[in-house]
């Protein structure tokens, strides 16, 4: 991860290997933890938009797994967030859902008004690389997102409206509403209900992983 991607290759199905390598193998959510900066740091800076994308799903997936008390305080979170803030810029659809997944992640696993101090900063402070913002300026573009304001016209209007619904979906649960379920058709004719946000991060991995297979 820290020496292949500087080749400058797309390495997205990589990542999502990776991933699920940890999560299957790694006993210990540290090291979890650990991949989950890796995977940042490779994002920003990786020109490729596929792997930009592949690293924030691949984060969330893994972010899931990891017991909030865990997580050492409030420092891996808000430094995350603002990274995630970042990436709802990108001009590439794909980047900034992946993006609002993950925020939308923070939310229902962290207590966020608690854990995240810049809420109630005074003046914008900046974490290396970018401006520190709160959590009211990050729901405001995922709302400006959902709304398609401001947004990059030569986008796809298939894509614009996948993209918008998706946010919808985003700012629905961070209000605190209930996710919409999927329901998957087992083989032998049962069928399983997934109403978990985890959960639900969990099922798309593993569909995209497994393909036809899933």
Avoid at 67 to 90: I, N
Avoid at 157 to 174: P, T
Wanted: net charge negative; charged share 25%; with cysteine.
């Amino acid at each position: 991860l820290t020496t292949e991607i500087k080749k400058g290759d797309n390495y997205s199905e990589f990542v999502i290997g990776i991933a699920v390598i940890y999560f299957v193998e790694s006993p210990d959510s540290y090291d979890v933890l650990a991949l989950c900066r890796l995977l940042l740091s490779s994002a920003e800076h990786e020109k490729s938009s596929a792997h930009r994308e592949a690293c924030l799903s691949a984060w969330t997936f893994l972010f899931s797994t990891v017991p909030p008390v865990q997580l050492g305080g409030s420092a891996f979170v808000e430094v995350a967030l603002q990274k995630m803030h970042h990436y709802l810029f990108d001009d590439d659809t794909g980047v900034r859902v992946a993006a609002g997944e993950s925020i939308t992640m923070m939310f229902v696993r962290c207590n966020l008004g608690a854990l995240i101090a810049s809420q109630d900063a005074g003046e914008p402070e900046t974490d290396g690389t970018h401006e520190r913002v709160g959590l009211d300026a990050i729901l405001q573009r995922m709302g400006e997102i959902e709304k398609n304001m401001a947004e990059d016209k030569r986008k796809s209007k298939s894509d614009r409206a996948e993209q918008r619904q998706r946010f919808k979906e985003y700012l629905r649960i961070i209000e605190g509403e209930v996710p919409q379920s999927q329901r998957i058709v087992l083989p032998n004719g049962q069928t399983l209900e997934v109403d978990q946000y985890e959960d639900l991060i969990f099922v798309n991995m593993t569909r995209r992983l497994l393909a036809d297979g899933f």
